[in-house]
């Protein structure tokens, strides 16, 4: 099994139709905790109550608490040299799509054209009754302005944020695309996730039952590490900007 960014680099370099997977992991370069890890979110906060959608229905004031919470946090984070470099392989033609379970928009903030959030993104108010849509910036202008913190439409019922909650489905238009670029692709990129959770977690098989090859570039173990072509470990920056910088100037 091949270990270095340069082995990455003649991967896609000789790829065809090759796509990027990216979890939580991208974005700790950024400042931005993981959820699921040793001191990540969810070992502070229980994600059935405070993530899901039967606490929004129920206890809008209490999820608005938390997720107020992850809006602040992510003010003032910018994209790291990860998103930078995923950006500039789909510059390059190399990468045709991104795929990502982050909600943090900093794949698109990096450059990043053919985004496909999973998990919906933390970018705008939504309304699960009439279906409106305003910017995060108005969303929170009604949350200062509401007495309890909750954000409401014009409709009158409660906002919630643009991300997918538990007990929420996934975006069905989303999860055709991504099992659509999973067809196509050669190679797949891993970037950042355990690929633990599903549905996203079944599209490296995708990939290697079309004849596709995997690449991971993650700290933590995954259920695919025997099956990659390439494994690469360590910050996710540094490697993939050595990989950019072995494909040479473009």
């Known amino acids: 099994m091949s270990d270095t960014p340069r082995d990455l680099a003649e991967l896609l370099a000789g790829a065809e139709h090759a796509i990027v997977l990216s979890g939580?992991?991208?974005?700790?370069?950024?400042?931005?905790?993981?959820?699921?890890?040793?001191?990540?979110?969810?070992e502070k906060h229980d994600p059935t109550v405070?993530?899901?959608?039967?606490?929004?229905?129920?206890?809008?004031?209490?999820?608005?608490?938390?997720?107020?919470?992850r809006v602040e946090m992510l003010e003032g984070v910018e994209p790291n040299?990860?998103?930078?470099?995923?950006a500039e392989l789909e510059r390059r033609g190399l990468v045709k799509?991104?795929?990502?379970?982050?909600?943090?928009?900093?794949?698109?903030?990096?450059?990043?054209?053919?985004?496909?959030?999973?998990?919906?993104?933390?970018?705008?108010?939504?309304?699960?009754?009439?279906?409106?849509e305003l910017t995060l910036r108005e969303t929170i202008a009604r949350?200062?302005?509401?007495?309890?913190?909750?954000?409401l439409c014009d409709c009158g019922f409660q906002l919630k944020t643009g991300v997918i909650q538990f007990g929420e489905p996934l975006p069905a238009d989303r999860i055709r695309a991504a099992h659509e670029h999973a067809r196509r692709a050669d190679?797949?990129?891993?970037?950042?996730?355990?690929?633990?959770?599903?549905?996203v977690s079944r599209l490296p098989q995708i990939v290697l039952d079309g004849g596709g090859t995997l690449a991971i570039l993650t700290e933590s173990e995954t259920p695919y590490d025997d099956r990659a072509t390439v494994r690469l470990r360590g910050r996710a920056g540094v490697q993939l900007t050595e990989t950019v910088d072995a494909l040479g100037a473009a």
Do not use: K, Y
């Open 143 to 151: 949350a200062d302005a509401a007495g309890n913190g909750v954000p």
């Open 50 to 69: 405070v993530g899901s959608l039967a606490t929004f229905l129920s206890r809008p004031e209490l999820f608005w608490r938390f997720h107020r919470g």
């Open 81 to 86: 040299p990860a998103h930078i470099a995923v």
């Open 187 to 199: 190679v797949m990129l891993v970037v950042g996730t355990s690929l633990l959770v599903e549905p």
């Open 97 to 132: 799509a991104v795929i990502t379970q982050n909600i943090d928009r900093l794949h698109a903030r990096a450059g990043s054209v053919n985004v496909i959030e999973v998990h919906g993104s933390l970018d705008r108010g939504v309304c699960l009754r009439c279906e409106s």
């Open 24 to 42: 939580a992991g991208i974005s700790t370069e950024s400042g931005i905790p993981d959820f699921r890890s040793r001191g990540g979110i969810w």
